[in-house]
């Protein structure tokens, strides 16, 4: 797809090759690993920041023909549909306009989020998709992002109930000292300690047909998993 796009060499340059996702206990024993090249031995994956993603495809998108309109909030699919012969919705798995469509759909708040950021790192974690976990309850993950103005970067994940999504902030010391049970070097541990998290909380969306009309959804407003 990013080839058909005419983004994939922009993306290399960005993005960092991942080429396994593995996850361990505390103690260092591997709960599974999962090759890329398992299924093909060409394929990889390519860790990358969605703004990187979404810089590349804007910056295509403004040397074409197509005329822009920004700044613009979409809040009727039904006066917006007569004035164009297709419409296009991908603003998320959250979006509110699903709900104007007589679309049979299923959409479930998942029980887990997770705290998320970002920290500059240059050597630890290359080509693998990083998760020590316990049991089922906890998981703290470590992706490579690519390059951010330069500098390599790592995605850092931490799950907990999305009922905590309100009290989180309170109890961050002891996730911190959670944190600190599992294997991960003194340096990169105070490097995430100083950085700020965001909540991230994910839907499993599913439409029964991504259509209606002229009106198509795509990306997580039609399938977030």
């Known amino acids: 797809i990013l080839e058909e796009l005419d983004v994939f060499e922009e993306m290399q340059k960005c993005s960092e090759r991942v080429d396994y996702l593995q996850a361990n206990l505390k103690s260092g024993y591997c709960v599974f690993e999962t090759p890329y090249n398992k299924v093909d031995e060409s394929m990889y994956g390519m860790g990358v920041l969605r703004s ?4 590349a495809l804007f910056d295509k998108l403004k040397k074409s023909s197509v005329k822009l309109h920004l700044g613009v909030e979409i809040l009727s699919l039904k006066e917006v549909s007569s004035d164009f012969d297709l419409v296009v919705v991908a603003n998320g798995s959250y979006s509110n306009l699903r709900e104007q469509v007589p ?8 029980s887990y989020s997770c705290l998320w950021t970002t920290v500059e790192e240059p050597e630890k974690y290359k080509g693998v998709l990083q998760q020590y976990v316990q049991g089922s309850q906890e998981m703290f993950g470590f992706l490579p992002s690519g390059v951010k103005e330069g500098k390599r970067v790592l995605s850092i994940f ?3 109930p999305t009922r905590e999504k309100t009290t989180w902030e309170s109890s961050f010391e002891l996730i911190l000292n959670r944190m600190e049970k599992y294997p991960i070097e003194r340096e990169l541990l105070e490097k995430i300690k100083q950085q700020p998290f965001s909540f991230a909380q ?10 209606y009309k002229n009106i198509l ?8 998993m």
């Open 52 to 55: 990187a993603l979404f810089d």
């Open 103 to 110: 679309i049979v759909k299923s959409i479930t708040q998942y």
């Open 158 to 160: 931490w799950s907990l």
């Open 202 to 211: 994910y839907l499993h969306v599913e439409l029964k047909r991504p259509f």
């Open 217 to 224: 959804f795509i990306g997580d407003a039609a399938h977030a």
